[in-house]
């Protein structure tokens, strides 16, 4: 039997923007793999961005972040700017178990918010 999966996270730019520096860094190595980081170029809407996708995709699953590691759930700028998503270790393992093995992620942004809506199929 089929399934769709779906989930959606909305993350206001201010909770990157407004973190304190010396917390800031520890922040974004433990959220962030060195290619969002890069890929980001800095900017807390595109980080923002890629946070929700996380919380997204995390609750397509069902688990929730806490049961999946944040760098298992990785966002990549695709060859037309498309946001491309990679799932690992835990997380690639639960989608496995799941059956979920086709996945389209959305990103949008306003001057303030971020939001992100991952859509998974698969076969139960």
Do not use: C, N
């Amino acid at each position: 039997m089929a399934q769709l999966r779906t989930g959606i996270d909305l993350v206001e730019i201010e909770r990157l923007s407004g973190l304190r520096p010396e917390i800031r860094e520890r922040f974004l190595q433990r959220v962030f793999t060195p290619r969002e980081l890069a890929e980001a170029g800095g900017s807390d809407a595109s980080l923002a961005g890629r946070f929700a996708v996380k919380e997204a995709v995390s609750k397509a699953l069902g688990t929730g972040i806490g049961i999946l590691g944040w760098q298992q759930i990785e966002v990549e700028r695709g060859a037309a700017g498309e946001p491309v998503l990679h799932l690992y270790g835990g997380a690639l393992a639960e989608a496995t178990r799941q059956g979920l093995t086709v996945w389209a992620i959305s990103i949008t942004h306003s001057r303030t918010q971020a939001m992100a809506v991952a859509v998974a199929l698969g076969e139960q």
